[in-house]
Nanobody, 123 residues
Framework: QLQLVESGGGLVQPGGSLRLSCVASGYTLDSYAIGWFRQAPGKEREVISCIGSGGGRVSYADPVKGRFTVFRDNAKNTVFLEMNSLKPEDTAVYYC????????????????WGKGTLVIVSS
């Protein structure tokens, strides 16, 4: 059974940075399409970044483009979300998820999900 565990969330001031981690166990992440998602209070879950399987193309949703970067460490079976220039509207629970087939911006249907890590951007 594939398991995903996110970490790295916390409280950060506007303009600050955080790096989130998503560690997979049970299967090799490289075999899956990977997505980072977030859900703000009172809002629907949204996809913010997708990576194709086998280290394919990375795509970003417009609200985070230019500020967030996704990269992976295959040796550690881990995917990272580097978040810079954080804004209060980035406050949300952040999730990683994987899918056997694909990840698409605008689509939150994935096969496996982590439990999330909370990011609060506030002064």
């Amino acid at each position: 059974q594939l398991q995903l565990v996110e970490s790295g969330g916390g409280l950060v001031q506007p303009g600050g940075s955080l790096r989130l981690s998503c560690v997979a166990s049970g299967y090799t992440l490289d075999s899956y399409a990977i997505g980072w998602f977030r859900q703000a209070p009172g809002k629907e879950r949204e996809v913010i970044s997708c990576i194709g399987s086998g280290g394919g193309r990375v795509s970003y949703a417009d609200p985070v483009k230019g500020r967030f970067t996704v990269f992976r460490d295959n040796a550690k079976n881990t995917v990272f979300l580097e978040m810079n220039s954080l804004k209060p509207e980035d406050t949300a629970v952040y999730y990683c998820a994987v899918d056997h087939v694909s990840c698409h911006l605008g689509d939150v249907n994935m096969d496996y999900w982590g439990k999330g890590t909370l990011v609060i951007v506030s002064s």
